[in-house]
């Protein structure tokens, strides 16, 4: 009996051992080719991403990715995401590289990528492939779009640094110094102080004629949270208002303590212009250059956009100069045109929105001449050519273009620059 039990104990002994091995050795197989499929599955879904970017994308755009997925990405330049990095890791990565598209796959990590204020303003999902064997976790791919304040969404301006008090501004920077009516102004200004009591800024536009404020805020100050190492930062979205005369405008900025006291005097950021339609006095355009129309009309520069999105309206205003006086009546074209020549936007008009036609210039004046380009939203993405050409009203005959090496144009147009339509 003693001798049955121990052999009954002994084949358990034996089972509980076999068992696991069996059903490990039945398993395996399984697993392995669940883990293959799993592999080979991510492989379609990046390539699946990479077809979507065949399509979409330009091939000078770069594409963040970690390396798994290198292999598939090689038609663009490519900018390597840490594995397994921490969030604050892969956020440094993408505001330093400024990737166009971002492939990510769903983490702990990139759940903290995705909620930061920075990300979420600059990068937007385009495309999302599903993993089918873990549902959990997609491939998503996200475009980038520069926000306001950033310095790649137009021309800026580096304003004037100073300081007050304990108070010193060690950047600032503003898109433009023009002031046109319901056209914003992104100014951002960055303080580094010692002074640990509170403090009120005040942000004012004011005319250098009559001293009229046209544009104030105020802001609290946390003088408690600063930083050795950071400085402090404000961004201002300006918005002119309808009705502010031609002219000299100041932005300044001042502080108060909490008495209302000022702290020193106002600094000056910069001085912004309300620009005159018609003026003896040469004008200070954003690009300067020299092309003469015919024989009496001058083209001394321009403002633009270096960028543009499908669906947006572009501003553009020319500076012409009037070398003499014009029996004729002229029109101005701007078209944006496609390598193959294909006008994708287009406007026609007679100079300052049909209100000042060229038999009217008078020989030294100076014209801002403003264009409207509506860019619908099937416009493909790309560098495209900003042209300009000047035509006779009456017969369409376009006038020669020089540049001021005094070459002809042979197209009887010019080509100001490329126009990035992301």
């Given at each position: 009996?003693?001798?049955?039990?121990?052999?009954?104990?002994?084949?358990?002994?034996?089972?509980?051992?076999?068992?696991?091995?069996?059903?490990?050795a039945?398993?395996?197989?399984?697993?392995?080719?669940?883990?293959?499929?799993?592999?080979?599955?991510?492989?379609?879904?990046?390539?699946?991403?990479?077809?979507?970017?065949?399509?979409?994308?330009?091939?000078?755009?770069?594409?963040?990715?970690?390396?798994?997925?290198?292999?598939?990405?090689?038609?663009?330049?490519?900018?390597?995401?840490?594995?397994?990095?921490?969030?604050?890791?892969?956020?440094?990565?993408?505001?330093?590289?400024?990737?166009?598209?971002?492939?990510t796959?769903?983490?702990?990590?990139w759940?903290?990528?995705?909620?930061?204020?920075?990300?979420?303003?600059?990068?937007?999902?385009v495309?999302?492939?599903?993993?089918?064997?873990?549902?959990?976790?997609?491939?998503?791919?996200?475009?980038?779009?520069?926000?306001?304040?950033?310095?790649?969404?137009?021309?800026?301006?580096?304003?004037?640094?100073?300081?007050?008090?304990?108070?010193?501004?060690?950047?600032?920077?503003?898109?433009?110094?023009?002031?046109?009516?319901?056209?914003?102004?992104?100014?951002?200004?960055?303080?580094?102080?010692?002074?640990?009591?509170?403090?009120?800024?005040?942000?004012?536009?004011?005319?250098?004629?009559?001293e009229?404020?046209?544009?104030?805020?105020?802001?609290?100050?946390?003088?408690?949270?600063?930083?050795?190492?950071?400085?402090?930062?404000q961004?201002?979205?300006?918005?002119?208002?309808?009705?502010?005369?031609?002219?000299?405008?100041?932005?300044?900025?001042?502080?108060?303590?909490?008495?209302?006291?000022?702290?020193?005097?106002?600094?000056?950021?910069?001085?912004?212009?309300?620009?005159?339609?018609?003026?003896?006095?040469?004008?200070?355009?954003?690009?300067?250059?020299?092309?003469?129309?015919?024989?009496?009309?001058?083209?001394?520069?321009?403002?633009?956009?270096?960028?543009?999105?499908?669906?947006?309206?572009?501003?553009?205003?020319?500076?012409?100069?009037?070398?003499?006086?014009?029996?004729?009546?002229?029109?101005?074209f701007?078209?944006?045109?496609?390598?193959?020549?294909e006008?994708?936007?287009?406007?026609?008009?007679?100079?300052?929105?049909?209100?000042y036609?060229?038999?009217?210039?008078?020989?030294?004046?100076?014209i801002?001449?403003?264009?409207?380009?509506?860019?619908?939203?099937?416009?493909?993405?790309?560098d495209?050519?900003?042209?300009?050409?000047v035509?006779?009203?009456?017969?369409?005959?376009?006038?020669?273009?020089?540049?001021?090496?005094?070459?002809?144009?042979?197209?009887?147009?010019?080509?100001?620059?490329?126009?990035?339509?992301?």
């Amino acid at each position: 009996m003693l001798t049955f039990k121990r052999l009954r104990a002994s084949e358990y002994r034996v089972w509980f051992w076999l068992l696991p091995a069996l059903l490990l050795a039945l398993l395996a197989p399984a697993a392995v080719h669940t883990w293959r499929l799993r592999v080979a599955g991510r492989a379609v879904l990046y390539n699946n991403l990479a077809g979507w970017l065949e399509e979409y994308a330009l091939p000078v755009e770069r594409v963040a990715v970690s390396s798994a997925g290198l292999p598939h990405f090689t038609n663009w330049p490519v900018v390597e995401l840490p594995e397994k990095a921490a969030t604050s890791t892969l956020l440094e990565t993408l505001q330093k590289a400024r990737p166009d598209y971002v492939v990510t796959p769903r983490s702990v990590a990139w759940d903290g990528v995705y909620v930061q204020p920075w990300f979420q303003e600059r990068y937007h999902i385009v495309a999302t492939e599903f993993d089918p064997y873990d549902a959990a976790t997609p491939l998503i791919l996200y475009r980038y779009t520069p926000a306001p304040f950033d310095n790649d969404f137009g021309e800026t301006v580096i304003c004037e640094d100073g300081s007050v008090a304990e108070i010193a501004i060690t950047n600032c920077r503003l898109h433009g110094l023009r002031l046109l009516p319901a056209v914003p102004l992104y100014l951002t200004v960055e303080l580094r102080g010692t002074l640990a009591v509170p403090l009120r800024s005040i942000l004012r536009l004011v005319a250098e004629a009559d001293e009229r404020v046209w544009l104030q805020e105020e802001r609290r100050l946390a003088t408690d949270l600063w930083y050795e190492e950071l400085p402090m930062k404000q961004e201002y979205r300006l918005v002119p208002p309808q009705g502010m005369p031609v002219g000299a405008y100041r932005l300044e900025l001042a502080f108060y303590r909490p008495n209302q006291a000022p702290l020193g005097t106002p600094l000056i950021l910069a001085t912004l212009q309300s620009p005159p339609t018609v003026s003896f006095d040469p004008p200070r355009p954003e690009h300067s250059l020299q092309l003469t129309f015919g024989e009496d009309i001058q083209l001394v520069g321009y403002d633009a956009p270096a960028r543009a999105a499908p669906g947006d309206t572009v501003l553009i205003a020319l500076y012409w100069r009037a070398r003499g006086a014009m029996p004729t009546d002229y029109k101005v074209f701007v078209h944006l045109l496609g390598d193959d020549g294909e006008v994708l936007a287009q406007d026609d008009a007679q100079p300052a929105h049909w209100t000042y036609p060229t038999t009217e210039w008078q020989p030294g004046e100076y014209i801002r001449d403003e264009h409207l380009l509506y860019l619908p939203p099937e416009t493909p993405r790309g560098d495209w050519r900003l042209t300009v050409g000047v035509y006779a009203a009456e017969t369409g005959e376009r006038l020669p273009v020089r540049g001021a090496d005094g070459v002809l144009s042979p197209e009887r147009r010019e080509m100001l620059f490329r126009l990035r339509v992301r």
